[in-house]
């Protein structure tokens, strides 16, 4: 059996690789190491995380950002949206409730001119309108809760309104931000900026006691295709003219599937030489994971392959 010290070392190590790869550490001499109550903690924290994705499956939350307006005209309508033209309640950056017609045109003119003015209608994106879901029921008002302190902790200094909607099966709230800071920097969210944001509407969810986790598709082995708000609405309406890929395929894919299966593997390995029953159990779990992800992915690469050979023959005839 390893050493606690040790095995602990080696959790951190592979468990920051699996769920934090766009953080790692290039060491060299001067690196500061972790003390060994540091290294305690974040390897608590990383058994956590394990537990809560090859154990529990946690449910996954859902941030996203459903576009933006390039205007006023735009920015506008999405206001009247997801306020059901004033009916629903608006909650802005100071934790003001505002309701009502009168209500969206206030915050419209105040968007306008709070800050670089913004034209009717423009050519850059003036707004981003984020979307935070939980794909199982949660109790409106806890994920109204939790959407508040992921704004308050990653939208400081921005002017947004968010509106809670729970009149369909699945509650969700709507944020729309303004992209321009009250200091001038443009908010311009990217693919790690939603990871992050990801991390943290999690841990506030799990501030409030729901159990939700935010890795990525690799770490569960998936790697699914979600089509965009756009396409939604014209497969709805029968305008679709191309089929729609359903998974990722391609290099980038494979050399992350590839990159969490070492660390999974290595997690594995490291935790079955513990002396802790816990750990060992743990271990025992990541082995089922790890054969789960393999069975997916060759069900998924036969399925592009499936659809590959479909587009082909259709541009065949």
């Known amino acids: 059996m390893s050493e606690p010290h040790d095995i602990d070392g080696v959790l951190v190590q592979w468990g920051d ?13 001067g690196q500061p190491r972790l ?17 809560a994705t090859v154990v529990r499956r946690a449910p996954q939350v859902m941030v996203k950002v459903t576009g933006g307006g390039r205007g006023m005209q735009a920015i506008t309508a999405h206001l009247r949206y997801i306020s059901k033209n004033g009916r629903l309640p608006m909650e802005n950056e100071r934790g003001e409730l505002e309701r009502g017609r009168s209500a969206v045109r206030d915050v419209a003119e105040e968007w306008r001119f709070g800050g670089s003015t913004i034209p009717e209608v ?23 809760c939790a959407a508040r302190e992921f704004a308050q902790a990653e939208l400081a200094g ?10 369909q099966a699945n509650p969700h709230v709507h944020i729309s931000v303004r992209a321009e800071s ?18 943290t509407f999690a841990e506030k969810l799990r501030g409030w006691g729901i159990d939700a986790e935010a890795s990525r598709q690799a770490v569960r082995g998936e790697s699914r295709n979600y089509p965009p708000l756009w396409r939604i609405k014209a497969r709805e309406e029968g305008r679709e003219r191309k089929a729609f890929a359903s998974h990722k395929s391609g290099a980038r ?28 159990d743990l271990a025992v779990a990541i082995g089922r994971q790890i054969e789960q992800q393999r069975r997916q992915v060759r ?9 590959s050979q479909g587009r082909d023959l259709g541009r065949s005839r």
């Open 17 to 29: 690789r699996l769920f934090y790869p766009g953080n790692r550490i290039v060491r060299d001499r």
């Open 35 to 51: 003390t060994t109550f540091a290294t305690r903690a974040r390897a608590a924290f990383l058994r956590a995380r394990i537990a």
């Open 122 to 144: 423009g050519h850059r994106r003036e707004a981003h309108n984020v979307l935070l879901s939980m794909p199982r029921g949660v109790d409106p008002a806890i994920l109204q």
């Open 158 to 167: 921005h002017k947004y309104v968010m509106v809670l909607h729970d009149h």
């Open 182 to 199: 009250r200091s001038g920097r443009r908010l311009n969210p990217r693919k790690a900026d939603l990871q992050r944001w990801r991390e």
């Open 253 to 280: 894919v494979s050399a992350s599937r590839a990159e969490a299966g070492q660390a999974w593997s290595r997690l594995a390995a490291v935790l079955s030489a513990s002396a802790e029953r816990s750990d060992r």
């Open 299 to 307: 069900v998924q690469d036969c399925n592009v392959s499936v659809q």
